[in-house]
Structures are given as C-alpha cells and as structure tokens.
C-alpha cells in the first residue's frame, strides 16, 4: 500500500502502536538458546518446544489469550521441557537476559512528545509472576495498553487490531503500526493502518524517524 511520503502526510500520522517482543526488546532468540545451554537443554529446546511441539503449541496459544494463566503454563511446558527443569518462574528465567531495545523507546517518547499517542500491541506471554513489560521498562510509555491476556483475542485476529484504534480514539489511517513477524501486518493494512515491518532495530529506528518526522536522541 502507498507510504506517506511528504511533511504533510507525516503530521497526518497520529497513532504509533508497537508490538513488544522483538520490536521493544532485542530478539530473544539468542538469549533463549543461550538460556537452555544453561539449563543444560538443547539450545533450540524452547523454540521447539513452543513452536513444533503441539501440546507446547497449544499451551502457548492458550496463554496468549488467557485461557491459562502464566503460573500453569510455567508447571505444564517444565513437562515438556524436561524433566529436570524447574517450573518455578520459567517464562521469567528464560526471559530475564533478554535486553530492552533502548532506541525503539527512544523513539517510542519522542513521538510521544511531537503529539503522537502510543499504543502497545501485544500478545500475551503472562502477566504475573513475571512481567515482560515492567522487566523491560516500558510499561509507562504507553496511553494505552492492549494486551491479548486480557482481551481475549490475539494477533493476527483483526478484532484486536480494531479495539486498539477504539481505545486510541483514532481512525486507521492516522496510525502506524509496527511488528517483528509478518503474518501480524496484513489484518492492519486491511484496516487502512500504515504497517512497518521490524527488523534490525537500527534499521527501524530510522524507518520510523522518517515516516512520523522525529528524531531520536538515546538517554545518556
């Protein structure tokens, strides 16, 4: 779909709604491989247990939307995982080293203070015992938060890419929305919203500084 290009479609651009993982933090992959190495799994244990493994695909998508909370998913992948591993915190351990992307947030507040409202957009991996978005700092960012735990819907259903832009109070074309995984993009360019797709974050820090006319400056 056609990008705004010139100064007056970039002020038209009112909306920045944010995926979390993999857009305001480091691609987790790494740390998650190097996270099993020190379990003593192998190191694609967690990708494969999430992904190919069909009881931990199903356990995954279960959380995502709330139909298990983060303390049962914890107990039941352990299981999967092995049975050495330790249930206790599991979503928290693997998740600990993961680092924040520090410009994505730089960027995240300055077009918080050129006039933007800012949305997060993400899929559940649980609230509590661990936090991912207080963990990472980003929480308070953000004038509104919608979060598939809690809505009961999860990307790419279109239904949560509408409940954002009623909770923003903003029609699609005013808002950009960015993602790490391309299968969410499509439901919101159907919507009319401006889609970016994330990729390394420098390479996106800057994409966005051109399309919504703002300049990043990382905190000292």
Known sequence: MPQPTDTANRQAQRGLILDFAGVLTADPRPMHRAWCESEGLHPEAWRATLNDNPEGRRLYAALEVG???????????????GADVAPENLMGRAWAGVPAARRMAALA??????????????????????DPYEHAGVWSLFDVHVISEAAGIAKPDPAIYQLTLERLGLPAQACVFVDDHPVNLPPAQALGITTVLATH???????LEGLLGVSTALPA
């Open 67 to 81: 139909e298990i909370g983060q303390a049962e998913w914890n107990e039941r992948t352990a299981a999967l995982l």
């Open 201 to 207: 974050e420098a390479a996106t820090v800057a994409e």
């Open 109 to 130: 507040r300055a077009a918080k203070d050129a006039g933007y409202r800012l949305a997060l957009l993400s899929n559940s991996f649980g609230l509590e015992p661990f």
